[in-house]
């Protein structure tokens, strides 16, 4: 069976750090896309950030680049999600998903992904 553990969430004040980890078994990350996606209450889920083991190419949401950092350990089979400067609006459920097939340009959608974490809690306080 493929699962993805994310974890690292928790709760940090705006302008802090908080680094989500992404653990898969079963699963080995070459030649493989892993996105982070996060949801916030009354939104939808929405790309945060990717990483292709292919070539290392990283993307980001708007919204997060210049913030957050992605990378990724081939020994460990973990990604990272380094965010930094968090901001309260920051605050959701962040998943990892993992796909062989992910169309890089649309790797902000999260049906392009084949397996899913069970999410990590963020909230950034005011």
């Known amino acids: 069976d493929v699962q993805l553990q994310a974890s690292g969430g928790g709760l940090v004040q705006d302008g802090g750090s908080l680094r989500l980890s992404c653990a898969a078994s079963?699963?080995?990350?070459?030649?493989?896309?892993i996105g982070w996606f996060r949801q916030a209450p009354g939104k939808e889920r929405e790309g945060v950030s990717c990483?292709?083991?292919?070539?290392?190419?990283?993307y980001y949401s708007d919204s997060v680049k210049g913030r957050f950092t992605i990378s990724s350990d081939g020994a460990k089979n973990t990604v990272y999600l380094q965010m930094n400067s968090l901001k309260p609006e920051d605050t959701a459920v962040y998943f990892c998903?993992?796909?062989?097939?992910?169309?890089?340009?649309?790797?902000?959608?999260?049906?392009?992904?084949?397996?899913w974490g069970q999410g990590t809690q963020v909230t950034v306080s005011s």
């Open positions: 998903a993992a796909g062989g097939s992910v169309l890089l340009s649309n790797w902000d959608i999260d049906v392009e992904y084949d397996y």
């Open positions: 079963g699963f080995t990350f070459d030649d493989a896309a």
């Open positions: 990483i292709s083991s292919r070539d290392g190419s990283t």
